[in-house]
């Protein structure tokens, strides 16, 4: 299905003649599938995060608590007074320790018997949690309303009406504050746990001339090898792939390059697999791209759409305590924040909105995809 072009492997300052014959001849295998006009280039993602822009006064009330902050307010919520809180807290044998634990653990109640906080965030009382007021998100305008109030506009491209509730609601949390220079230090754990241990994501580009602006096809794929990386943990450029068979996690759509920036011009769902650590499978629903291929020929881009809802905080709440102790400082208190703001998909019979609208920023670094078994991968991927 993926063929390559030749300027993509044009780079041979960077390795031997060897090397470069072996690559070659497997893309010589690639194009042998394509039709003779088609033109492909594969990038592997070696980076992705939520699309933050945290600024200075985005959160006039100041951010959200962390967890020590929290835990007295979740116990006056269960009805426990100042005094037996402050004797709780202070207390320094082991015995009362764990209760506070399990306390905080279980403050559900449902029919008034405790249950687990995480897995029934709904029957912990709203902590009401502080949101981004900000002016500035980065993404798209999904809903096609342009500038109405509440609406963002892009840091980067000026647009107006630029839809992105999930920053809005993450925002004010500490460990997601941040900007694409400066990743959230959320972000920064989750992918350097996952990537390592999470087959990679490959984006294709296909056309008549990548080169010029005009009707292009966009694949992503889930690969069946990690990001293979340097001695940096830095993505290696050039690395062959194989392409996942799995139909879930292979996407088209129509496409253009538009002054040098790669769209997507039919929004569609966009599903891939990724890991239980951060989204069992990552979906967005009316997918939106801008992707900017640089002089040294990476890519890096912004990739929105609106996100089902309840796999993000499956995501956050799967951790339980010491998530929340880590991280979060009160993750039921952020379900509430994503079902109040959801924005998209009602559900037919209740109709509480499912999706959210979200953005991601990713960077990738040229690569090779090939369908698994095409002869001369195991020459190419054995260099």
């Known amino acids: 299905m993926l063929g390559f072009s030749e300027e993509t ?58 967890y020590e902050e929290q835990v007295p307010k979740s116990l006056a919520a269960l009805g426990f007074s100042e005094e037996e809180i402050a004797a709780l807290l202070e207390a320094e044998d082991v015995e009362t320790r764990y209760k506070v634990r399990d306390l905080i653990n279980n403050r559900a109640r449902i029919d008034g018997k405790p249950a687990n906080a995480y897995a029934h965030p709904a029957a912990v009382a709203d902590p009401h949690l502080k949101t981004v007021v900000g002016d ?88 069946m090898e990690f990001v293979k990386s340097d001695a940096n943990g830095k993505p290696r450029a050039d690395m062959t792939y194989r392409v996942s068979p799995d139909p879930r996690s292979h996407n088209v759509f129509e496409g253009e390059i538009q002054d040098g920036a790669v769209h997507i011009t039919e929004p569609d769902i966009l599903n891939l697999l990724q890991d239980p650590l951060v989204f069992p499978e990552f979906t967005l629903h009316n997918t939106h791209l801008r992707m900017k291929v640089k002089d040294d020929g990476t890519v890096d881009g912004i990739i929105g759409g ?70 001369g991968f195991e020459s190419a991927s054995a260099q």
């Open 9 to 66: 492997i044009s780079r041979g300052d960077l390795f031997s003649r060897a090397s470069q014959i072996a690559r070659l001849s497997l893309v010589c295998v690639g194009l042998s599938t394509q039709a003779a006009s088609a033109e492909t280039r594969s990038y592997v993602v070696g980076w992705f995060t939520q699309a933050h822009y945290s600024q200075e006064g985005d959160c006039p009330e100041g951010l959200n608590p962390g």
């Open 136 to 223: 500035y998100a980065y993404g798209f305008d999904l809903d096609g309303k342009g500038d109405v109030p509440g609406s963002f506009e892009d840091p980067q491209t000026g647009d107006k009406g630029v839809d992105n509730e999930l920053f809005r609601v993450l925002g004010c949390m500490d460990a997601f504050r941040g900007t694409l220079a400066n990743a959230p230090t959320y972000s920064a754990w989750s992918w350097t746990m996952m990537k390592d241990s999470t087959p990679a994501w490959l984006i294709t580009l296909e056309g008549d001339d990548l080169e010029r602006d005009g009707p292009i096809k966009i694949y992503f794929d889930r690969a």
């Open 306 to 375: 609106y996100q089902p809802w309840h796999p993000i905080y499956f995501a956050y709440a799967g951790g339980g305590l010491a998530v929340e102790h880590d991280i979060m400082g009160n993750i039921p208190g952020i379900y509430h924040l994503l079902r109040r703001y959801a924005d998209a998909m009602p559900d037919p019979e209740t109709g509480e909105n499912t999706a959210i609208s979200a953005s991601y920023y990713f960077e990738a670094v040229p690569a090779f995809a090939v369908a698994p078994g095409e002869a």
